[in-house]
């Protein structure tokens, strides 16, 4: 502001200001560790020097369809043209070797003594154009088969055979290709942050999940399992140490009944890993949180999958989901632009071995919650009451019809005195 007011020289002000970054220590983030799981739920593996590829051509129809759309149309172009043209190559070969493509030939064909084995195949475009319309049974009526040659009728029996296990397979991958299971997925959501509060009287960690689709998912599950890099006393080094942690469920299951987005619950106890941590040390953490949802679609009864996971930035410690179902004229109503919102609450900021060892905590911090609830109540209730004062005295101010005429009151005595109603 100085500088813009040209009291001092902004080339002052700027140097001044480079000087101070400079002298400020720079803090380096951490690097970021790469998760295991992206949150759209896509494995984050690339495998490498892989020598026996010869594994993937003995499953080929799983090859297929797991090649991308661009690959996929690319080889069930090639395998179609390649075809027709190995037939056509086949069909010209047999049509020379009776002498079909003779010229003096041509007018013999009118006469009952010479039968061609195709009619009207007098070059290799002809015999790729009769190749097309055997294997994809077109016939416009100009080239047909005769009994004249046997080796012609086997050609055909061949090609209509490989024409049928090539309809098959391709479009057996492209159907299954459309039809993945985890397309179902991809309107199972989950929420962008997950939270760390108190339920029942213990932390929990918690999350949000939902179905934006009206068809259910049934039998749907919810697994959650801690991914984290870890050394055994013997000193070898686990790179991805997979720990499954119980999911909280009243019906003592892992299965939910997804109608409407549902709020899962981890309860952090003894055989949680997150048993020994504390609000400080979670952003010190290197662990990722998997969750696995399974559930069986209804309308087409094939299992899917969503996946998505939480490190530890992700996870906010002391909040909690706002509710988002609400009933409206006997309809429950989901308001989804709130799925991921969350409110600060009280929460101790211990691990949850701290807070079974000492309960008096949780009530110190409840009453500290409470107490800092009271305060901001008075001081919204004081700012209310300072705004509405001062509200009546402008509107005085400006409206002279509301201030009190002056009323003279006469004594006995017959002297005036002044006074304000």
């Given at each position: 502001m100085l500088a813009r007011k040209s009291i001092i020289p902004e080339e002052y002000v700027l140097a001044r200001i480079a000087a101070e970054n400079l002298r400020k220590p720079r803090i380096r983030d951490?690097?970021?560790?790469?998760?295991?799981?992206?949150?759209?739920?896509?494995?984050?593996?690339?495998h490498k020097n892989i020598r026996e590829q010869g594994r993937f051509l003995q499953d080929i129809f799983t090859t297929l369809v797991d090649l991308k759309w661009r690959h996929t149309l690319v080889i069930f172009t090639m395998s179609f043209l390649c075809?027709?043209?190995?037939?056509?190559?086949?069909?010209?070969?047999?049509?020379?070797?009776?002498?079909?493509?003779?010229?003096?030939?041509?007018?013999?064909?009118?006469s009952t003594k010479w039968t061609p084995c195709v009619t009207c195949v007098r070059s290799f475009t002809s015999a790729f154009l009769f190749s097309i319309e055997v294997q994809v049974t077109i016939g416009?009526?100009?080239?047909?088969?005769?009994?004249?040659?046997?080796?012609?009728?086997?050609?055909?029996?061949?090609?209509?055979?490989?024409?049928l296990i090539i309809n098959a397979v391709m479009l057996g991958c492209i159907f299954m290709k459309t039809a993945q299971a985890h397309r179902r997925a991809e309107t199972l959501i989950f929420s962008r942050q997950a939270v760390i509060a108190v339920r029942n009287g213990k932390l929990c960690f918690m999350f949000r999940v939902g179905d934006l689709r009206k068809s259910m998912i049934i039998s749907a599950s919810v697994r959650i399992q801690v991914v984290r890099k870890t050394t055994t006393p013997e000193g070898e080094v686990i790179p991805i140490h997979q720990v499954d942690i119980p999911v909280d469920n009243p019906i003592e299951s892992n299965n939910i009944f997804l109608v409407a987005p549902l709020i899962i619950c981890h309860v952090i106890d003894k055989r949680s890993p997150l048993y020994d941590i504390s609000a400080a040390d979670l952003a010190l953490q290197d662990l990722e949180l998997i969750v696995i949802l399974e559930g069986v679609v209804e309308t087409t009864g094939i299992t899917t999958q969503a996946r998505t996971s939480y490190i530890a930035e992700e996870i906010l410690w002391g909040h909690r989901f706002v509710p988002i179902v609400t009933e409206e004229e006997g309809v429950y109503a989901v308001d989804y632009s709130k799925f991921g919102n969350t409110v600060k609450v009280a929460a101790p900021r211990c691990s949850a071995r701290e807070l079974d060892e000492k309960p008096s905590i949780l009530i110190q911090t409840l009453q500290k919650s409470e107490l800092?609830?009271?305060?901001s109540l008075r001081k919204r209730n004081s700012m209310r009451r300072n705004n509405s004062i001062r509200r009546s005295n402008s509107m005085r101010r400006t409206n002279p019809s509301l201030i009190v005429p002056k009323v003279q009151f006469i004594t006995p005595e017959g002297s005036q005195s002044a006074s304000e109603t």
């Amino acid at each position: 502001m100085l500088a813009r007011k040209s009291i001092i020289p902004e080339e002052y002000v700027l140097a001044r200001i480079a000087a101070e970054n400079l002298r400020k220590p720079r803090i380096r983030d951490r690097p970021r560790k790469a998760r295991f799981i992206a949150k759209n739920g896509a494995c984050n593996l690339a495998h490498k020097n892989i020598r026996e590829q010869g594994r993937f051509l003995q499953d080929i129809f799983t090859t297929l369809v797991d090649l991308k759309w661009r690959h996929t149309l690319v080889i069930f172009t090639m395998s179609f043209l390649c075809s027709w043209l190995l037939f056509a190559m086949m069909w010209w070969l047999v049509a020379f070797a009776h002498g079909d493509m003779d010229p003096s030939t041509e007018n013999a064909t009118n006469s009952t003594k010479w039968t061609p084995c195709v009619t009207c195949v007098r070059s290799f475009t002809s015999a790729f154009l009769f190749s097309i319309e055997v294997q994809v049974t077109i016939g416009f009526g100009g080239r047909m088969m005769t009994e004249e040659c046997p080796l012609a009728i086997t050609v055909l029996i061949l090609q209509n055979i490989v024409g049928l296990i090539i309809n098959a397979v391709m479009l057996g991958c492209i159907f299954m290709k459309t039809a993945q299971a985890h397309r179902r997925a991809e309107t199972l959501i989950f929420s962008r942050q997950a939270v760390i509060a108190v339920r029942n009287g213990k932390l929990c960690f918690m999350f949000r999940v939902g179905d934006l689709r009206k068809s259910m998912i049934i039998s749907a599950s919810v697994r959650i399992q801690v991914v984290r890099k870890t050394t055994t006393p013997e000193g070898e080094v686990i790179p991805i140490h997979q720990v499954d942690i119980p999911v909280d469920n009243p019906i003592e299951s892992n299965n939910i009944f997804l109608v409407a987005p549902l709020i899962i619950c981890h309860v952090i106890d003894k055989r949680s890993p997150l048993y020994d941590i504390s609000a400080a040390d979670l952003a010190l953490q290197d662990l990722e949180l998997i969750v696995i949802l399974e559930g069986v679609v209804e309308t087409t009864g094939i299992t899917t999958q969503a996946r998505t996971s939480y490190i530890a930035e992700e996870i906010l410690w002391g909040h909690r989901f706002v509710p988002i179902v609400t009933e409206e004229e006997g309809v429950y109503a989901v308001d989804y632009s709130k799925f991921g919102n969350t409110v600060k609450v009280a929460a101790p900021r211990c691990s949850a071995r701290e807070l079974d060892e000492k309960p008096s905590i949780l009530i110190q911090t409840l009453q500290k919650s409470e107490l800092s609830h009271q305060n901001s109540l008075r001081k919204r209730n004081s700012m209310r009451r300072n705004n509405s004062i001062r509200r009546s005295n402008s509107m005085r101010r400006t409206n002279p019809s509301l201030i009190v005429p002056k009323v003279q009151f006469i004594t006995p005595e017959g002297s005036q005195s002044a006074s304000e109603t």
